[in-house]
């Protein structure tokens, strides 16, 4: 009914560069907050970055100067560019979006992609 697609991760050396994607799809009428999270192994999922649907943003500490998220409403898709890739940013990276469904759809309070691998050796 609501999908979200991720892409783009992948592996990188320390200070290189990777970009990942994620498209919703599906029977959407709007979407409010697009982010992304992301999990290592034996750690919690953390925030990320997040954008509202206007011009909102914001980036965890940690990534902050180096990572930028940016939206594409038009195409329903949120973007993380990651630059200065650092051996801790090896995660799983997670899409998530507040997305307001169409009627008969049953409402989530978050969606959720499958995850990308991001690995940034040393």
């Known amino acids: 009914q609501v999908q979200l697609v991720e892409s783009g991760g992948g592996l990188v050396q320390a200070g290189g560069s990777l970009r990942l994607s994620c498209v919703a799809s599906?029977?959407?009428?709007?979407?409010?907050?697009m982010g992304w999270y992301r999990q290592a192994p034996g750690k919690q999922r953390e925030l990320v970055a997040s954008?509202?649907?206007?011009?909102?943003?914001h980036y965890a500490d940690s990534v902050k100067g180096r990572f930028t998220i940016s939206r594409d409403n038009a195409k329903n898709t949120v973007y993380l560019q990651m630059n200065s890739l650092k051996p801790e940013d090896t995660a799983v990276y997670y899409c998530?979006?507040?997305?307001?469904?169409?009627?008969?759809?049953?409402?989530?309070?978050?969606?959720w992609g499958q995850g990308t691998q991001v690995t940034v050796s040393s």
């Open positions: 998530n979006a507040r997305i307001i469904p169409e009627l008969g759809v049953p409402m989530l309070p978050n969606y």
């Open positions: 599906g029977r959407i009428v709007s979407i409010n907050t």
């Open positions: 954008a509202t649907s206007g011009t909102n943003t």
